[in-house]
């Protein structure tokens, strides 16, 4: 990969990856995954194991998440392929100083196409993204799709703490949010105190 920078987070363990393409006169190619670079530059795992490939494409106004899996946990490489978006991160390990708490990037393509952002979201952590802009994402994760152990938290709940994140980025979010399509299961999430208070909550530690 033509890692360009990692920018941290205010969550230690979430981090956004910048790389570059490699353009011609035929176009461009990109190495959009490459394990030894993510060990070296994020502190990913030497564990860490593709075993499934997501892509997504949302419009512009559509709000996901705030989703999480567990048993197995799953971790996530997310790549903006092409579009913006604001992509939001909440902690939601028992115990953590930060359990609740929540904070965001604001991502976009390169307007001469010749970067990408990727994000690390690890396993404990929500994840939800407001789109700015009609998107491509794709999803490297290390664990397959389990529709009996997944969750979500609505990202509009009342007790979402907010003062970790940057204004502008939750300005974003609420001018998305206030008219955006949101799904009727990400609506029917759990609150903070919900997760907080369900036994299924104890599957994240911190």
Same mark, same amino acid.
């Given at each position: 990969?033509?890692?360009?920078?990692?920018?941290? !987070?205010? %969550?230690? @363990?979430?981090?956004?990856?910048?790389? =570059?393409? %490699?353009?011609?006169?035929? =176009?461009?190619? &990109?190495?959009?995954?490459?394990?030894?670079?993510?060990?070296?530059?994020? =502190?990913?795992?030497?564990?860490?194991?593709?075993?499934?490939?997501? /892509?997504?494409?949302?419009? &512009?106004?559509?709000?996901?998440?705030?989703?999480?899996?567990?048993?197995?946990?799953?971790?996530?490489?997310?790549?903006?392929?092409?579009?913006?978006?604001?992509?939001?991160?909440?902690?939601?390990?028992?115990?953590?100083?930060? %359990?609740?708490?929540?904070?965001?990037?604001?991502?976009?393509?390169?307007?001469?196409?010749?970067? @990408?952002?990727?994000?690390?979201?690890?396993?404990?952590?929500?994840?939800?993204?407001?789109?700015?802009?009609?998107?491509?994402?794709?999803?490297?994760?290390?664990?397959?799709?389990?529709? !009996? !152990?997944?969750?979500?938290?609505?990202?509009?709940?009342?007790?979402?703490?907010?003062?970790?994140?940057?204004?502008?980025?939750?300005?974003?979010?609420?001018? /998305?949010?206030?008219?955006?399509?949101?799904? @009727?299961?990400?609506?029917? =999430?759990? &609150?903070? &105190?919900?997760?907080?208070?369900?036994?299924?909550?104890?599957?994240?530690?911190?």
């Amino acid at each position: 990969m033509k890692i360009l920078e990692i920018k941290q !987070t205010v %969550f230690p @363990e979430v981090k956004v990856i910048r790389f =570059g393409r %490699f353009p011609d006169e035929r =176009g461009f190619f &990109t190495e959009a995954y490459r394990k030894s670079d993510l060990i070296k530059n994020i =502190g990913l795992d030497v564990n860490f194991e593709v075993l499934q490939v997501n /892509i997504s494409y949302s419009k &512009t106004n559509v709000v996901r998440g705030l989703h999480f899996q567990w048993k197995p946990d799953m971790s996530k490489l997310i790549r903006v392929v092409d579009g913006g978006l604001v992509d939001l991160f909440m902690d939601i390990r028992k115990n953590s100083p930060n %359990f609740g708490k929540i904070a965001g990037v604001k991502l976009e393509s390169s307007p001469d196409k010749s970067e @990408e952002n990727m994000i690390w979201i690890p396993a404990g952590f929500a994840h939800g993204v407001a789109f700015t802009k009609n998107s491509y994402l794709e999803y490297f994760c290390n664990a397959e799709y389990s529709p !009996t !152990t997944e969750a979500g938290i609505y990202p509009q709940a009342s007790d979402i703490d907010w003062n970790l994140c940057d204004p502008n980025i939750k300005k974003d979010f609420d001018a /998305i949010a206030q008219y955006g399509v949101i799904s @009727e299961k990400d609506k029917a =999430g759990l &609150t903070v &105190t919900s997760w907080k208070n369900d036994a299924r909550s104890e599957n994240f530690i911190y």
